[in-house]
């Protein structure tokens, strides 16, 4: 279990969840891209590794979900977006271990911001933060060698 692992669960768990239909775009990056649109971005701020076992480290990681409207309408643009991160909040406490992905979550606070996009638009974005707790190795894999391989070796010695 990696990183990457736990944020293309929580962008797969959100992309089918039927509450979040309207959103065009999921990026996996932390932090909020210029889209047209309502975009969804998860990204890891950071992670603290300590050890579990001889062969596993425990990883907590600081995931935010970013979610992101475009609207003239200021009051309109809120809403939205306060709906999102409801959304977004159910669907991930619904969904607390990732489909088994990881080993727990909580859900900590969520942020609202707003910034001008444009003369006539303003983005809207909610920022929800995720702890989540995984189980990482402590090395690489280390891939086993063909037995072909250790054939040709010993005939060449």
Not at 62 to 80: C, N, S, T, W
Request: hydrophobic letters at 40%.
């Amino acid at each position: 279990m990696k990183i990457d692992d736990v944020i293309d669960k929580i962008v797969e768990l959100l992309e089918v969840d039927s509450e979040l239909s309207e959103v065009l775009q999921y990026h996996k990056v932390n932090g909020i891209l210029p889209d047209i649109g309502t975009s969804i971005s998860v990204g890891c701020e950071k992670a603290k590794y300590s050890t579990y076992t001889n062969s596993k480290d425990q990883a907590d990681a600081m995931i935010f979900i970013y979610a992101y409207v475009q609207e003239a309408d200021p009051e309109l643009g809120e809403k939205r977006v306060r709906q999102l991160a409801d959304s977004i909040r159910y669907c991930m406490n619904e969904n607390s271990i990732l489909s088994g992905t990881i080993a727990s979550s909580t859900r900590d606070e969520i942020e609202y911001i707003y910034a001008d996009a444009s003369d006539t638009m303003l983005w809207h974005a909610a920022i929800i933060q995720l702890l989540v707790t995984f189980y990482q190795d402590k090395k690489r894999s280390v891939l086993p060698v063909p037995i072909d391989e250790i054939n040709n070796q010993v005939e060449k010695e």
